[in-house]
Structures are given as C-alpha cells and as structure tokens.
C-alpha cells in the first residue's frame, strides 16, 4: 500500500512500550480490499494525551482513532459526546468527529462479546446473566448485554465498590433492567461470563463454581492468551455453548468499521489475512 494525503488514517494509540496488534488485523484486509485507509500505531505517554487526541483530530486525512490502555478511562473526560455504553463503562476505545466538529467517543470491547454471542445462536433479549470482575472489559460487557436487551444481570466483583458503582451506571441507563451484586453463584443464569484472569491454567482458582453451571448455559471468556483456558474446558465438559476470548476481539472489528463509515467486513475474513498469532 502507498500511503499519502488521500490515505485515511486510523491511529491506534497506546503506551510507547506496548505491543500495537491492531495493524496486524486491519491493515491485511485493507491491502486486500483495496481500502485507501491504514491502522498506524502511535504511543503516547498518559501526560501528553489530553493535548495530542486534540491535535490529532487536526489532521485532513484522520478518519478515528482506536485507544488501548492506558488512555481509555483518561479519554472519556475528554471529548465533547460519549454513548451509554461508554459512560457505562467509564472508558472508551473508539474516537472519531462527527460533522459538526465535535469528538464523539465508543466502546466496542462489550460490542464484540455481544456479537459473537449472537453469531452463535445465543439469545440474549429476555436472559438473566452472571458477570464476573466488574472491571473495564467486564463493565463494557455489561453495558452492551443491557443494550441488547437481557432482563437481569448480577454482578460480581471482590471490590465492593466496582460492581456497586456498576450496578449504579447500569441502572442509571437501564431503568428497566433488574440488577443484583455480590454473588457469583451461577445457577439459574442463560449467560455466564468470566471477565477476569482466574481460570485460566489447571489449578488455578475458578471465578465460579463450575458445578453450578446448567449444561444449558451459554459461558463466555474474555482471556486471550490461551484459547480453551481451564474455565472453559470445565464449561465444555458440563456440556455448555461457550465463546473464547479472541472471538471478542475479531467480532467487535467490524463495529468499529462501521463506526468509523469504512466498509465492513466479517470475522472470518478478518482472520484468514491476519498476520496475528496467538
């Protein structure tokens, strides 16, 4: 690809330090596609960020900007609109500006579990779901499950004020949603969800007890670094549907196109060109 002016560029912001992934996905189907557009990695130090989001947003050719961490809390405080999902959440990975000149901002972590739920059959308007870790991936989670329309959520979190200031976000957006904290009991839920590190190798504490899990169940993992984490062979041995980690992060690839007004495309032509391995 020949990058120049007429070249939309997607900057992928984060820490100098870290590992930019994101061009690796995007980037091969642009090329295939033949989309004039680029994903280029630019690390920024949480001091200058506030000053360099404004700036960037400058640029003739800019078309949005993806935020990894450290920034994603930091960005909420700073654009003009925010959707619920991003309030809920209290952090936002999605900027772009909207014709009015106004920097708008989502978040597609919770999207792309979403997604990937419902490309597998999973019904979700009407379900009670279990949420376990109330932290950023999990409150996203939690977001777009309200958005899509569950009747019941509970969450669980070891910081009590995590899933009760949660709970309060999710209950300011959704009147109508039925919340409940404290317990990580699974029994009686369509939809489980492990958004925290635990259970990801033998031995290592579960985030619930497995047994407690109805084959029926629908299981969801957010960890990466392992695609059937122990959790989740527990889960398939019960007899349960279930969703790996990396499925969030390819699913919620085409929301952000579309957010961003590229074309979109789907998860399965996202990996057969990524040069991303895990």
Not at 8 to 31: D, Q, R, S
Not at 132 to 138: E, I
């Amino acid at each position: 690809m020949i990058i120049n002016g007429n070249t939309e560029l997607i900057a992928h912001i984060g820490f100098p330090t870290h590992a930019f992934k994101a061009p690796m996905i995007y980037n091969p189907w642009f090329e295939r596609c033949k989309v004039n557009a680029v994903v280029v990695p630019m690390g920024c130090r949480p001091e200058d960020f506030p000053i360099f989001l404004r700036s960037l947003f400058k640029l003739s050719n800019i078309r949005g900007a993806l935020i990894t961490m450290p920034h994603k809390i930091m960005t909420v405080g700073l654009l003009d609109e925010v959707s619920p999902t991003a309030a809920i959440a209290g952090s936002c990975n999605a900027v772009r500006l909207s014709p009015e000149g106004k920097l708008q901002g989502d978040m597609f972590d919770g999207e792309g579990f979403v997604r990937g739920l419902l490309r597998k059959g999973c019904v979700l308007q009407g379900a009670r779901v279990l949420v376990v870790g109330c932290g950023g991936v999990g409150s996203a989670i939690a977001a777009s499950l309200a958005a899509a329309g569950i009747s019941a959520i509970a969450l669980f979190d070891p910081f009590e004020a995590s899933q009760s200031g949660l709970a309060q976000r999710l209950q300011k957006h959704y009147p109508v949603l039925e919340v409940s904290t404290g317990s990580n009991d699974p029994a009686g839920f369509d939809v489980v969800v492990n958004a925290t590190p635990m259970g990801m190798n033998v031995g290592d504490p579960m985030p619930m007890d497995v047994s407690r899990i109805a084959p029926q169940t629908f299981v969801g993992e957010v960890v990466m670094k392992s695609e059937m984490t122990a959790f989740l062979d527990a889960a398939k041995a019960r007899g349960c549907r279930f969703q790996i980690g990396t499925d969030m992060l390819f699913e919620q690839i085409p929301a952000y196109l579309e957010y961003f007004g590229l074309p979109s495309t789907t998860p399965e032509e996202l990996r057969a060109v990524a040069t991303l391995s895990y």
